[in-house]
């Protein structure tokens, strides 16, 4: 679930912002020794925004979405050039209310299925209507405070 519409941030605005991208993979396996290669700068608004006209970036409330690694307080972008497909995640307006689920087609009637087993799969009646506001593209997840290891 969206927290409101006014947590809606529109991309085309912002300024570029490039940071320094380390020139090769690092490994989440074995540690491999270090190297200090550079690629140099890295625009993030053009890898999160494909189509920054189109792109909003929206903050996440509930938990419904956990298992497609989607949490509350996370940051997701929404491209809305982009059309939803089956598997899609989307941002969606059910009856007026915002959602976050995955699209799923069902005999060709579409369903929003959350991503916690504690929330059934939404139907959605073709008289109710659907609107898909976007597709889903990233995610922001912070790893917050508790993930920080003092160095010295």
Known sequence: MIASVYDFIAAPGFSKTEL?????????GFPSPADDH????????RHLFR???STFLARVSGD?????GIHPGDLVAVDRALRARH???VVAVVEGEHTLKRL?????????VAENARYPPLPIDPEAGLTVWGVVTH???????????ETR
């Not at 550079?38 to 608004?45: A, M, S």
């Not at 419904?64 to 497609?68: E, I, N, R």
């Not at 799923?104 to 929003?112: F, I, K, N, S, Y």
């Open 87 to 89: 598997g899609s995640i």
């Open 139 to 149: 995610v922001i997840h912070s790893l917050g405070d508790s993930q920080m290891i």
């Open 104 to 112: 799923q087609l069902r005999a060709g009637q579409p369903w929003l």
């Open 38 to 45: 550079f690629d140099g700068p890295f625009d993030l608004t």
């Open 51 to 53: 189509n920054p006209a």
């Open 20 to 28: 320094p991208l380390f020139g090769c993979a690092v490994p989440a």
């Open 64 to 68: 419904s979405m956990t298992g497609a």
